[in-house]
């Protein structure tokens, strides 16, 4: 158990990052958890066999933990591993380290220090009950020799037989016997006995299986396994409720010893009633309309050449049924009595129990997953805006990202070609989250090589989505604008990749833009020659004064909370209106509009503006 515990902790390891205060989290919830009473450390090293998270439980330690401090706990856990201790001691402690590695490579190791005072006063105990009981057992046997005779020799060395096997942990052990005297009585009672022990024996089993089990659908088919074998049932089958909408289905993809290859999936819906407040097995014959198990039958016959369905055990939690299990008829023909019933229901409500906590880890996982993924797409994507703007003479740039409360994927970027040229893009990636910000990503990476090697923004582009079209997922797409200003002839050539339109403000025309909008197809979505054929390389002549807008549809877009949009209209309006020479100011005021516009309505994808200013 403590060597499973190590491992489980060293893929914990594996799979965290390198926040150790979360993988110190870990092995403080491993300390408090049930099997704490005999764990007396938890101590993890890295690759240099630095101490990096430890957890102690000084219990069982001849020190006052009240008055440890940290430093003082460091001391005795490093004591610990290193196995410095009383030799009386020696016994009454052990220690499991387990090297985390990856691949060929060490990250370190887990080391788990436990007492064994509990577990050897248990064996010291046992061994004195054993000793008891064998010696009863060997009195009992002389005495009934000497007294009746030859005639009962041999079923009492059945007998003693069987008592030995018992003592030794073999609870299988059945003693056969039909006749009705007191003999009979005497085997009929310790089968019974040694049955009860077995059950208890498969109880406590199951119970440690299922708290060390982890993984969902692991954790269901072993559930599925272990029920099957305890009963000792031909075959068997474990069956899941699911809630769609309205409709109840029962989903199996759990069977022993044969596995069910392809889904099975029955409608239950109704049928919600007569089943979901089902708490104690029950044969079919017991309902009122068993052609739902008919109908469970035949599909398992499909796959597993299933016999017959004997019995059905609800799996129950919290009072609610969350599934079942089908068992075949015994191995033995026997069938299943009463006493039998209630072991498996046991068993049932006990996997119920742990089936549904597995649920909640879950969805736990999958809540922590999604918000890490946001945490590292947010990352990912403010690392790949510039976090100046470059100085020319001649020009006065502003860039803008207001990312939304949910990542998106756009980008905008700057760069210096030569002392005469800048490169400037605005991106926005289809979809949100991790693959939006990443993807973005690669295409700043092929940006900065691309923008210092090829002059044409159209080849770039083309080139470009030459490498996102290997992309075999089409859902995920870029538009972008990306264009070469020349400071000394004030020409801005450029590509329109699907985006938004490009707007130009002329200083000696008040009240009035140019929306220029060439023709161009998003990067990723057709081949090469496809997009070189409708891409449209374009050039503007610029005056001084003259302002150059770049923008994606998260300004356009911006809903106020009756649902009415921005619009590009809006947009033109405010820019067309604008007198002023600082694009900052003019970045100011685009961004107070659309915050007056939206007022208190959540904003729903990122704000990225690019504005440039001849001066």
Not at 39 to 53: C, E, G, H, K, P
Not at 149 to 170: C, E, V, W
């Amino acid at each position: 158990n403590m060597e499973r515990i190590a491992k489980m902790i060293a893929s914990i390891r594996l799979m965290e990052t390198d926040d150790d205060s979360l993988y110190s989290d870990w092995i403080d919830r491993i300390m408090q958890s049930d099997p704490r009473q005999n764990l007396v450390y938890i101590a993890v090293f890295d690759s240099r066999q630095r101490l990096i998270a430890y957890a102690l439980n000084p219990r069982d330690l001849d020190v006052n933990a009240e008055i440890l401090t940290p430093e003082d706990e460091e001391n005795i856990v490093m004591r610990l591993v290193n196995g410095q201790i009383a030799e009386e001691s020696w016994s009454d402690f052990d220690h499991v380290p387990v090297e985390i590695r990856f691949g060929r490579s060490s990250r370190g190791r887990v080391d788990v220090g436990f007492s064994l005072i509990e577990f050897n006063n248990r064996a010291r105990q046992k061994l004195l009950m054993n000793i008891y009981i064998l010696g009863n057992a060997f009195v009992v046997v002389v005495i009934l020799s000497i007294f009746l005779g030859r005639r009962f020799t041999k079923p009492l060395n059945r007998l003693s037989t069987a008592m030995l096997a018992i003592s030794q942990g073999d609870f299988s052990v059945q003693v056969q016997n039909r006749s009705r005297d007191e003999i009979g009585d005497l085997a009929r009672s310790f089968n019974y006995m040694t049955r009860r022990l077995r059950e208890k024996a498969a109880i406590d089993d199951f119970s440690r299986v299922l708290v060390f089990s982890v993984e969902h659908s692991r954790l269901i088919q072993m559930v599925a396994d272990r029920i099957v074998d305890y009963m000792g049932a031909e075959q068997g089958a474990l069956f899941l409720l699911e809630e769609k909408g309205q409709e109840l289905f029962a989903v199996s993809e759990w069977g022993w010893p044969g596995k069910i290859n392809e889904m099975i999936r029955i409608n239950f819906t109704d049928h919600r009633t007569e089943y979901m407040h089902r708490t104690e097995p029950f044969t079919s014959q017991d309902v009122d309309d068993d052609h739902i198990f008919q109908d469970i039958l035949q599909q398992l016959q499909r796959q597993l050449d299933f016999k017959s369905i004997d019995l059905v055990a609800p799996l129950v939690s919290q009072g609610e049924t969350i599934g079942f299990v089908v068992l075949a008829p015994e191995t033995d023909g026997t069938g299943y009595d009463p006493d039998e019933k209630m072991f498996l229901r046991t068993l049932c409500h006990q996997a119920g129990m742990a089936i549904r906590n597995s649920f909640l880890l879950l969805e736990l996982t999958e809540k922590e997953r999604i918000k890490r993924e946001l945490e590292i797409a947010r990352d990912v994507q403010k690392s790949l805006l510039p976090n100046h703007e470059p100085a020319m003479n001649g020009l006065n740039l502003a860039g803008l990202c207001v990312p939304a409360t949910e990542v998106g994927g756009d980008y905008y970027d700057y760069f210096i070609i030569d002392e005469e040229r800048i490169g400037i893009a605005i991106a926005d990636v289809s979809g949100k989250g991790a693959s939006a910000a990443f993807y973005m990503a690669e295409i700043k990476g092929m940006m900065t090589t691309l923008a210092n090697l090829i002059s044409s923004p159209k080849e770039l582009l083309c080139h470009l989505n030459k490498n996102l079209n290997k992309n075999p997922d089409k859902r995920i797409f870029t538009t972008m604008v990306y264009g070469v200003l020349n400071v000394r002839t004030r020409e801005f050539t450029f590509v329109r990749a699907g985006h938004n339109a490009v707007i130009v403000k002329r200083a000696n025309r008040p009240n009035d833009i140019d929306a220029l909008i060439p023709q161009g197809i998003g990067l990723g979505l057709v081949n090469d020659a496809i997009f070189r054929e409708y891409s449209e390389e374009a050039t503007i002549r610029f005056d001084v004064g003259d302002l150059l807008f770049l923008y994606t549809d998260g300004i356009s877009e911006a809903m106020n909370s009756r649902q009415e949009e921005f619009g590009e209209e809006r947009l033109y309006e405010l820019i067309a209106a604008n007198s002023v020479s600082d694009t900052f100011e003019l970045q100011r005021k685009v961004m107070r509009s659309v915050n007056e516009f939206v007022h208190d309505a959540k904003q729903h994808d990122d704000i990225t503006m690019v504005i440039a200013q001849i001066v």
